[in-house]
C-alpha cells in the first residue's frame, strides 16, 4: 500500500514538474526585435499562407474626452483591410494618478496613449523601469517615419529614460509642429471702427496711440454705452508686453544672459506706453481687474476697438456682432513693433509631444503582436493611411474638389458643423489615427472661419519656434522657491505705474518695481536657470 | 399676544434681513436657470440677470440628444439608490449594536472605526484593494466601497444612544429580540436621522466623480457626473476655444457655448436632488422622540 502511494506522489511530481518546465519554457519567448521578426514572421507565411487571425489591440486613451461608438464602421474597414481589431477605451481623470495606479497594479493594457508633460513621461519611464512596458528604439529605427515630426535631440533629452537611456514612448507630436502650426494667437482690431476713421491697422505703439486717439473721438457711444478704444485681459497684457520683452523670457544668443518679462530693461518702456494710454482714456479702466465674463461682454457688446486674445473669445463676440451686421467684427492684426527690438513671440512652435503611445510588455510577449502592430503604425505615418484615418475613405465622406483638395460632402459637413463630434464618434474617423498625423502638405480643405485665415497670415510673424534649450533644461530649488511669488507681484507693479499721475511717476515706480525683483529672488532664480542651461548644453 | 413697537421694529428688520438673505442664496441659482435657457453667444453681452433674453432649449438638447445619457442616468439613479440604501441600513444596523454597553469587543470596533476617521488608505493601496477585490470597471465599486463611513455610525450611534432605554425592555419584556427592537422600536422612531443620514449619503452617490474617474473606464458604466464633465470637456475644446475653426453664421453655432452649456448641465445636475429635498425637510425639524413615552 506505502508503495503504491510512493508511485502515485512520484508520478505527480514528475507530472507536475514537466508542466512547470513547459510553461517556463513557453513564457520565455520574447518580444520581437525588428531584426529577428522578419525570420520570424516569414516561416508561418511561408508554411501556411493562410490568413492571421485579427490581431487584437486593447488600447487606452489616457485623458481622451471622447472615443468612437464601439462598432464604427473605421474600426470595421481597419478588421477588413487591415486586419486589426483596435478596441478603444480611454480615463479622462488625473494622467498621473491614471499612471501611477497602473503601475503599482503591474497591470497596463496592451497600448497605451496618455497625455505627456513632465509628471507622466516620469512615470512613464518607471513603467519601463519595472518591466511593464518594452523598449521601441529599434522599431523606431526601423521606420523612421514614425517620428518624421520629431526632433531626436529633443526626443532624447524629454522622453528617453534617464537610467538606461531607451525609448519607451513614441510620442505623438503633431499638431504643435512647424509645418502645420495654426497661429491662434494675437491682436484684433475693429475693422468697421478703422474704416470709419479712415486708418490702416496699427503697426507700432506710435500707430496704436494714434489709431485708438481717432476710435476715442470719432466713434460714437454703443447702445448708450461710451466704447472702450482698448482694453486686455491676463493674457493680452502679457503679451503685449512682449512688444518690449519679446517674450515671458529672452535669453540672449549666447545663452550668457537672461531677462524675464517682468525684469526687462525694457519694461519701463511698457509701463511708460500703458500709462499714457490710460492717462489720455484710451485703456479700459478695469483692464487689470476685469473678470473674464466681464471682459467677454464688452468684446460682445462690440464696444471695444482693440484686443489681444486667442480666436476663442473673439469668435463669440464676432458671432453676436455679425448676426446683425455682417461688416461689424473684430479681424487680425498684425504685430505692434519696435524698431531695433526683436520680433515679440506671441506663439511658438515646438517639438513638445503633447502625447505618447507605449507598449506592454504583456502585448508584445507575441513577437507577431508588436511586428503587427509597428506595421500599422507605420501604415499610419503615411500619407495614404493619415489621410484615410483623418478623413475616411476616399469618396465616402470627402471628394476631391477642383483644386485637387478634399473637402467634405455637403451633408458630412453640416454634421461636423455640430461641433459635437458625434459624427466622428459614430464613423470612427479621426479615431484611428493614432499617431494624429497628417499629410504635409495638406491636401484637404482647410476648415476656419474668414477671421481665422486672415490671421494665419496676419500674425504669421509673432510666430516663432520654440528653442530647443529653454524648456528642456528643466528648472532647480531657487524656481520652486521663488516663482510662485514674483509672478503675481508684477500686476502690483503695472497697477501702480499704469495707474501714475505722470509720465515721470511711473518710470520711477518702474524703476522701485526693477529693485523689488531683485530682492524677492529674480537674480537666483536667473542665475540657477542659466546654470542649468549650461549644464544641459553640456550633456 | 402684543408686541412693544421696538420688538415689531426688530421683526421687521429681522424679515427684511431674511429675505436679503435668502435672495443672496437664491438669485446665484435662479441666473444659472436663466442663463441656461439663452442662446449662448447673446448671454456673452452679459446683462441678463433674472430672464432669459433669448430664450433656446438647445443647450438642454446638447446635453440630453446623446445616446449614453440613458445609460450614465440608470447608473446614478441605480447607485444613489441601491447605494444609499445599502449604506443607511448596514450603518444603522452596526450602529444601533454599538449603542448598547452590553456588546462585547464595542471599545475595539469604536477604536478601528476612529482609526478610519484619521487614516485613509492612500490612492494607490485603495486602487491595489479594490483591484483585487475585482471592482475594477464594475458597478460594485460605487456602492461596496461607500458602504460604511466612520462618521455615520457615530451620528447613528448618538442617536440610538438617545433613544428611551425603557422601551427597548419593555419591547424585551414583551418577547422582542434585538432584530426586532431595532426594526419596530429603534427605526420608527429614528425617521429623522435615517432621512437625514439618506439624504447625505444620496447627495454623495449622486455628486460623486471621483469612483468612475479613478476605477472605471468602461464607457457604459460611467456616471452622469463623468458624462457631463465629458460633455463640457468636449463643448469646450471643439466650440468656444475653436481657434477659428467654427462658422460662426450657421445657426446650429449661435446657441450653444462652453458657458451656456455649463449653466445646462448644473441645473440638470442639481436639480434631481433638490427636488428631494422638500420631501425631506419635515424629518429634519420634526422632534425625535416626543410623545413616544406615555403614562
Same mark, same amino acid.
Given at each position: 500500500?506505502?508503495?503504491r502511494?510512493? @508511485?502515485?506522489?512520484?508520478?505527480?511530481?514528475?507530472?507536475?514538474?514537466?508542466?512547470?518546465?513547459?510553461?517556463?519554457s513557453?513564457?520565455?519567448?520574447?518580444?520581437?526585435?525588428p531584426?529577428?521578426?522578419?525570420?520570424?514572421?516569414?516561416?508561418?507565411?511561408?508554411?501556411?499562407?493562410a490568413?492571421?487571425?485579427?490581431l487584437?489591440?486593447?488600447?487606452?486613451?489616457?485623458?481622451?474626452?471622447?472615443i468612437p461608438?464601439?462598432?464604427n464602421p473605421?474600426?470595421q474597414?481597419?478588421?477588413e483591410?487591415k486586419?486589426?481589431?483596435?478596441?478603444?477605451?480611454?480615463s479622462?481623470?488625473?494622467?498621473?494618478d491614471?499612471?501611477?495606479?497602473?503601475?503599482?497594479?503591474?497591470?497596463?493594457?496592451?497600448?497605451?496613449?496618455?497625455?505627456?508633460n513632465?509628471v507622466?513621461?516620469?512615470?512613464?519611464?518607471?513603467?519601463?523601469?519595472?518591466?511593464?512596458?518594452?523598449?521601441?528604439?529599434?522599431?523606431?529605427?526601423?521606420?523612421p517615419?514614425?517620428l518624421?515630426?520629431?526632433?531626436k535631440?529633443?526626443n532624447?533629452?524629454?522622453y528617453?529614460?534617464?537610467?538606461?537611456?531607451?525609448?519607451?514612448?513614441l510620442?505623438?507630436?503633431f499638431?504643435?509642429h512647424?509645418d502645420?502650426?495654426?497661429?491662434v494667437?494675437?491682436f484684433f482690431?475693429?475693422?468697421?471702427?478703422?474704416k470709419?476713421?479712415g486708418?490702416?491697422?496699427?503697426?507700432?505703439?506710435?500707430?496704436?496711440?494714434?489709431?485708438?486717439?481717432?476710435?476715442k473721438e470719432?466713434?460714437?457711444?454703443?447702445d448708450?454705452?461710451?466704447?472702450?478704444p482698448?482694453?486686455f485681459?491676463?493674457?493680452?497684457?502679457?503679451?503685449?508686453?512682449?512688444?518690449?520683452?519679446?517674450?515671458?523670457?529672452n535669453?540672449?544668443?549666447?545663452h550668457k544672459?537672461?531677462y524675464?518679462?517682468?525684469?526687462?530693461?525694457?519694461?519701463?518702456?511698457?509701463?511708460?506706453?500703458?500709462?499714457?494710454l490710460?492717462?489720455?482714456?484710451?485703456?479700459?479702466r478695469?483692464?487689470?481687474t476685469?473678470?473674464?465674463d466681464?471682459?467677454?461682454?464688452k468684446?460682445?457688446s462690440?464696444?471695444v476697438?482693440?484686443?489681444?486674445?486667442?480666436?476663442g473669445?473673439?469668435d463669440m463676440?464676432?458671432?453676436?456682432?455679425k448676426?446683425?451686421?455682417?461688416?461689424?467684427?473684430?479681424?487680425?492684426?498684425?504685430?505692434?513693433?519696435?524698431?531695433?527690438?526683436?520680433?515679440?513671440?506671441?506663439g511658438a512652435?515646438n517639438y513638445?509631444?503633447?502625447?505618447?503611445?507605449?507598449?506592454?510588455?504583456?502585448?508584445?510577449?507575441?513577437g507577431?503582436?508588436?511586428e503587427?502592430?509597428?506595421?500599422?503604425?507605420?501604415?499610419?505615418?503615411?500619407?495614404?493611411?493619415?489621410?484615410?484615418?483623418?478623413?475616411?475613405?476616399?469618396?465616402?465622406?470627402y471628394v476631391k474638389?477642383?483644386?485637387?483638395?478634399?473637402?467634405?460632402?455637403?451633408?458630412v459637413?453640416?454634421?461636423?458643423d455640430?461641433?459635437?463630434?458625434?459624427f466622428?464618434?459614430?464613423?470612427?474617423?479621426?479615431a484611428y489615427?493614432?499617431?494624429?498625423?497628417?499629410?504635409?502638405?495638406s491636401v484637404t480643405?482647410?476648415?476656419?472661419?474668414?477671421e481665422?485665415?486672415?490671421?494665419?497670415?496676419?500674425?504669421?510673424?509673432g510666430?516663432?519656434?520654440d528653442?530647443?534649450?529653454?524648456?528642456?533644461a528643466?528648472?532647480?530649488?531657487?524656481?520652486?522657491?521663488?516663482?510662485?511669488?514674483?509672478?503675481?507681484?508684477?500686476?502690483?507693479w503695472?497697477?501702480k @505705474?499704469v495707474?501714475?499721475?505722470?509720465?515721470e511717476?511711473a518710470?520711477?515706480?518702474?524703476?522701485?518695481?526693477?529693485e523689488?525683483?531683485k /530682492?524677492?529672488g529674480?537674480?537666483?532664480?536667473?542665475?540657477? /536657470?542659466?546654470?542649468?542651461?549650461?549644464e544641459?548644453?553640456?550633456? | 399676544?402684543?408686541?412693544?413697537?421696538?420688538e415689531?421694529i426688530?421683526?421687521?428688520?429681522?424679515?427684511?434681513?431674511?429675505?436679503?438673505?435668502?435672495?443672496?442664496?437664491?438669485?446665484?441659482?435662479w441666473?444659472i436657470?436663466?442663463l441656461?435657457?439663452?442662446?449662448?453667444?447673446?448671454?456673452?453681452?452679459?446683462g441678463i440677470?433674472?430672464w432669459p433674453?433669448?430664450f433656446t432649449?438647445?443647450?438642454?438638447?446638447?446635453?440630453?440628444?446623446?445616446?449614453?445619457?440613458?445609460?450614465?442616468?440608470?447608473?446614478?439613479?441605480?447607485?444613489?439608490l441601491?447605494?444609499?440604501?445599502l449604506?443607511?441600513?448596514?450603518?444603522?444596523l452596526?450602529?444601533?449594536?454599538?449603542s448598547?454597553?452590553?456588546?462585547?469587543g464595542?471599545?475595539?470596533?469604536?477604536?478601528?472605526?476612529i482609526i478610519t476617521?484619521?487614516?485613509?488608505?492612500?490612492?494607490?493601496?485603495?486602487y491595489?484593494?479594490?483591484?483585487s477585490?475585482?471592482l475594477?470597471?464594475?458597478?460594485?465599486?460605487?456602492?461596496?466601497?461607500?458602504?460604511y463611513?466612520?462618521?455615520?455610525?457615530?451620528?447613528?450611534?448618538?442617536?440610538?444612544?438617545?433613544?428611551?432605554?425603557?422601551?427597548?425592555?419593555?419591547?424585551?419584556?414583551?418577547?422582542?429580540?434585538?432584530?426586532t427592537?431595532?426594526?419596530?422600536?429603534?427605526?420608527?422612531?429614528?425617521?429623522?436621522i435615517?432621512?437625514t443620514?439618506g439624504?447625505?449619503?444620496?447627495v454623495g452617490?449622486?455628486?460623486?466623480?471621483?469612483?468612475?474617474?479613478?476605477?472605471?473606464?468602461?464607457?457604459?458604466?460611467?456616471?452622469?457626473?463623468?458624462?457631463?464633465m465629458?460633455?463640457?470637456?468636449?463643448?469646450?475644446?471643439n466650440?468656444?476655444?475653436?481657434?477659428?475653426?467654427?462658422?460662426?453664421?450657421?445657426?446650429?453655432?449661435?446657441?450653444?457655448?462652453?458657458?451656456s452649456i455649463?449653466?445646462?448641465?448644473?441645473?440638470?445636475?442639481v436639480?434631481?436632488?433638490?427636488?428631494?429635498?422638500?420631501f425631506?425637510?419635515?424629518?429634519?425639524?420634526?422632534?425625535?422622540?416626543?410623545?413616544?413615552?406615555?403614562?
Amino acid at each position: 500500500m506505502r508503495k503504491r502511494w510512493k @508511485a502515485i506522489s512520484l508520478v505527480l511530481v514528475i507530472g507536475l514538474m514537466t508542466t512547470a518546465l513547459m510553461a517556463c519554457s513557453n513564457n520565455k519567448e520574447k518580444a520581437a526585435s525588428p531584426s529577428s521578426s522578419s525570420s520570424s514572421s516569414s516561416a508561418p507565411e511561408s508554411s501556411a499562407p493562410a490568413k492571421e487571425d485579427p490581431l487584437v489591440v486593447n488600447m487606452l486613451l489616457i485623458g481622451a474626452t471622447e472615443i468612437p461608438q464601439e462598432n464604427n464602421p473605421m474600426r470595421q474597414w481597419l478588421l477588413e483591410n487591415k486586419n486589426i481589431d483596435i478596441r478603444l477605451t480611454m480615463s479622462n481623470g488625473e494622467v498621473a494618478d491614471q499612471m501611477n495606479m497602473m503601475l503599482a497594479g503591474g497591470d497596463v493594457p496592451d497600448v497605451v496613449r496618455y497625455v505627456t508633460n513632465e509628471v507622466s513621461n516620469s512615470i512613464l519611464n518607471k513603467w519601463g523601469d519595472a518591466g511593464l512596458i518594452v523598449p521601441l528604439d529599434e522599431w523606431l529605427e526601423k521606420y523612421p517615419n514614425l517620428l518624421k515630426f520629431s526632433d531626436k535631440s529633443y526626443n532624447k533629452s524629454v522622453y528617453a529614460n534617464k537610467k538606461d537611456g531607451k525609448m519607451y514612448v513614441l510620442p505623438v507630436n503633431f499638431a504643435n509642429h512647424p509645418d502645420v502650426i495654426k497661429k491662434v494667437v494675437g491682436f484684433f482690431v475693429k475693422e468697421d471702427w478703422l474704416k470709419q476713421v479712415g486708418m490702416e491697422a496699427p503697426t507700432t505703439p506710435d500707430e496704436l496711440f494714434n489709431v485708438l486717439m481717432a476710435f476715442k473721438e470719432k466713434i460714437a457711444d454703443v447702445d448708450g454705452k461710451p466704447i472702450i478704444p482698448a482694453t486686455f485681459d491676463h493674457l493680452g497684457r502679457q503679451s503685449f508686453m512682449y512688444t518690449w520683452t519679446k517674450n515671458w523670457y529672452n535669453l540672449s544668443e549666447d545663452h550668457k544672459e537672461l531677462y524675464w518679462w517682468f525684469n526687462h530693461p525694457q519694461i519701463e518702456e511698457y509701463m511708460v506706453f500703458m500709462n499714457k494710454l490710460y492717462n489720455n482714456g484710451l485703456l479700459d479702466r478695469e483692464f487689470l481687474t476685469q473678470q473674464p465674463d466681464q471682459y467677454q461682454a464688452k468684446l460682445s457688446s462690440g464696444r471695444v476697438g482693440f484686443t489681444f486674445n486667442t480666436h476663442g473669445p473673439m469668435d463669440m463676440a464676432n458671432g453676436v456682432l455679425k448676426a446683425g451686421d455682417a461688416n461689424n467684427r473684430y479681424v487680425p492684426s498684425v504685430p505692434i513693433r519696435i524698431e531695433g527690438l526683436p520680433m515679440p513671440i506671441h506663439g511658438a512652435a515646438n517639438y513638445n509631444g503633447f502625447e505618447g503611445i507605449a507598449i506592454s510588455k504583456k502585448f508584445a510577449e507575441n513577437g507577431r503582436n508588436l511586428e503587427r502592430l509597428m506595421e500599422f503604425l507605420n501604415w499610419n505615418a503615411t500619407d495614404e493611411g493619415a489621410l484615410l484615418l483623418q478623413n475616411g475613405v476616399e469618396g465616402e465622406y470627402y471628394v476631391k474638389n477642383a483644386e485637387g483638395l478634399f473637402e467634405p460632402k455637403p451633408e458630412v459637413k453640416a454634421e461636423l458643423d455640430k461641433g459635437d463630434k458625434s459624427f466622428e464618434m459614430s464613423t470612427g474617423i479621426t479615431a484611428y489615427n493614432l499617431l494624429k498625423f497628417n499629410v504635409v502638405p495638406s491636401v484637404t480643405v482647410e476648415p476656419g472661419t474668414e477671421e481665422f485665415k486672415l490671421a494665419q497670415s496676419a500674425w504669421a510673424e509673432g510666430l516663432a519656434v520654440d528653442d530647443n534649450l529653454f524648456n528642456p533644461a528643466g528648472t532647480g530649488p531657487e524656481w520652486d522657491k521663488h516663482w510662485g511669488n514674483l509672478w503675481p507681484e508684477i500686476d502690483k507693479w503695472q497697477a501702480k @505705474a499704469v495707474f501714475a499721475k505722470t509720465e515721470e511717476e511711473a518710470r520711477k515706480i518702474t524703476k522701485e518695481m526693477l529693485e523689488h525683483f531683485k /530682492k524677492i529672488g529674480a537674480p537666483e532664480v536667473t542665475e540657477e /536657470k542659466l546654470r542649468l542651461i549650461d549644464e544641459y548644453l553640456k550633456k | 399676544m402684543i408686541i412693544s413697537r421696538g420688538e415689531k421694529i426688530f421683526q421687521g428688520l429681522n424679515y427684511l434681513f431674511l429675505t436679503v438673505l435668502s435672495f443672496l442664496f437664491i438669485y446665484p441659482f435662479w441666473r444659472i436657470v436663466a442663463l441656461s435657457f439663452n442662446e449662448g453667444y447673446d448671454s456673452s453681452r452679459g446683462g441678463i440677470h433674472f430672464w432669459p433674453r433669448a430664450f433656446t432649449l438647445d443647450n438642454y438638447k446638447t446635453i440630453f440628444v446623446r445616446s449614453d445619457i440613458l445609460d450614465a442616468y440608470t447608473i446614478t439613479i441605480g447607485r444613489t439608490l441601491i447605494g444609499s440604501i445599502l449604506s443607511i441600513l448596514l450603518v444603522s444596523l452596526l450602529a444601533y449594536g454599538l449603542s448598547k454597553n452590553r456588546l462585547r469587543g464595542r471599545k475595539a470596533i469604536n477604536m478601528m472605526l476612529i482609526i478610519t476617521m484619521f487614516f485613509s488608505g492612500g490612492l494607490i493601496p485603495t486602487y491595489l484593494l479594490f483591484k483585487s477585490l475585482g471592482l475594477l470597471n464594475s458597478f460594485w465599486v460605487y456602492v461596496v466601497p461607500l458602504l460604511y463611513s466612520a462618521s455615520s455610525v457615530f451620528i447613528f450611534r448618538s442617536f440610538f444612544r438617545a433613544l428611551p432605554a425603557e422601551l427597548e425592555e419593555s419591547a424585551m419584556i414583551d418577547g422582542a429580540n434585538d432584530l426586532t427592537v431595532y426594526a419596530k422600536i429603534a427605526f420608527p422612531l429614528s425617521l429623522p436621522i435615517f432621512a437625514t443620514m439618506g439624504l447625505f449619503s444620496a447627495v454623495g452617490h449622486w455628486n460623486d466623480y471621483m469612483m468612475a474617474t479613478l476605477y472605471v473606464t468602461k464607457q457604459d458604466l460611467i456616471p452622469m457626473q463623468s458624462l457631463l464633465m465629458k460633455i463640457l470637456d468636449l463643448t469646450r475644446s471643439n466650440k468656444g476655444a475653436s481657434f477659428g475653426m467654427v462658422d460662426l453664421v450657421s445657426e446650429t453655432r449661435k446657441t450653444v457655448t462652453p458657458q451656456s452649456i455649463k449653466m445646462a448641465t448644473l441645473v440638470v445636475v442639481v436639480m434631481p436632488i433638490m427636488c428631494v429635498y422638500p420631501f425631506l425637510q419635515k424629518y429634519f425639524v420634526k422632534g425625535v422622540i416626543i410623545g413616544s413615552l406615555k403614562g
